[in-house]
């Protein structure tokens, strides 16, 4: 892809588990997720990303790593960086872009209504971490 990253998500993974939130909002309204969003002038994706986290779920991320870069939204206006890490720390407090939360483990997908791809991602992120 010739264009950069216009917006930035995270897996957090813990073990065999990894954070998702259900969108309060378009383009993604009650789907689940990876959290993130879009960048800010200025930023590069992973200072997004870690922004992102901060602001959505209320945890600090550190050592992100990439895993993919990907066309979202239905007219494909956004160029999501995804990251993985396991480092981060903090609670989980969600903000009101966010109706609900869960640590899930990637077999559990099957049953949810998902953003394009969450499973494939997942598949990807795990494999950084020898967790599939």
């Known amino acids: 892809m010739n264009r950069l990253p216009n917006a930035a998500s995270v ?3 813990d073990r065999d588990r990894v954070l998702l939130i259900q969108r309060n909002r378009k383009p993604y309204f009650g789907l689940w997720s990876l959290p993130g969003g879009r960048l800010k002038t ?5 200072e997004a990303a870690i922004r992102e986290i ?3 779920v209320g945890l600090t991320c550190f050592r992100l ?3 993919r870069q990907m066309l979202l939204a239905p007219d ?12 981060f720390e903090g609670e989980v407090v ?4 966010i109706s609900a939360y869960r640590w899930a483990r990637p077999w559990e997908l099957a049953g949810l209504a998902t953003t394009p791809d969450l499973a494939d991602v ?3 992120a795990f494999r950084l971490f020898d967790r599939t």
């Open 94 to 97: 969600i903000s009101d872009e």
């Open 65 to 67: 790593t990439p895993v």
């Open 54 to 56: 901060r602001e959505e």
């Open 11 to 13: 897996a957090l993974i």
């Open 42 to 46: 200025g930023e590069t994706a992973e």
């Open 76 to 87: 494909r206006s956004f160029l999501l960086q995804v990251f993985a890490t396991e480092g």
């Open 122 to 124: 997942l598949d990807a």
